[in-house]
Nanobody
Framework: QVQLVESGGGLVQPGGSLRLSCAAS????????SEWYRQAPGKQREFVASISTAGTTHYADSVKGRFTISGDNANNTVYLQMNSLKPDDTAVYYC?????????WGQGIQVTVSS
C-alpha cells in the first residue's frame, strides 16, 4: 500500500516561509501530475498548485508569485515552497498524485500563519 507523507508544516509568522515536502513510501509509476491542495477550517478543500512530469506548473490565483511547486521525479517527491505567508494561508495542506491507474492523497499537514 503506497502512502504519501507530507512534512515541513508548522507555525510561522506572517511574511515568513515554509517548505512542504511530500514523499511516497514506495515507487509510484505513471505519475501524470503532482498537486497540492489545502483546506481551511469550515471551508472546502481547494486547489493550490500542480506540476506535471514535464515540469509544467499551475497555481491558484491566491498563491501566484508567493508559492513555488517543484518535483523530483526520480524519488516521487514533490515540494511546495511558500513565501510571504499570510494568515489566510492557514490550512491543512494535502499532496495529491494523479497516475494513469490510481490517485493518491497524503494524510495532510497543518500550516498555521499567525503572530
Amino acid at each position: 500500500q503506497v502512502q504519501l507523507v507530507e512534512s515541513g508544516g508548522g507555525l510561522v509568522q506572517p511574511g515568513g516561509s515554509l517548505r512542504l515536502s511530500c514523499a511516497a513510501s514506495a515507487s509510484i509509476f505513471s505519475i501524470k501530475f503532482s498537486e497540492w491542495y489545502r483546506q481551511a477550517p469550515g471551508k472546502q478543500r481547494e486547489f493550490v498548485a500542480s506540476i506535471s512530469t514535464a515540469g509544467t506548473t499551475h497555481y491558484a490565483d491566491s498563491v501566484k508569485g508567493r508559492f513555488t511547486i517543484s518535483g523530483d521525479n526520480a524519488n516521487n517527491t514533490v515540494y511546495l515552497q511558500m513565501n510571504s505567508l499570510k494568515p489566510d494561508d492557514t490550512a491543512v495542506y494535502y499532496c495529491y498524485y494523479v497516475t494513469s491507474s490510481k490517485n493518491y492523497w497524503g494524510q495532510g499537514i497543518q500550516v498555521t500563519v499567525s503572530s
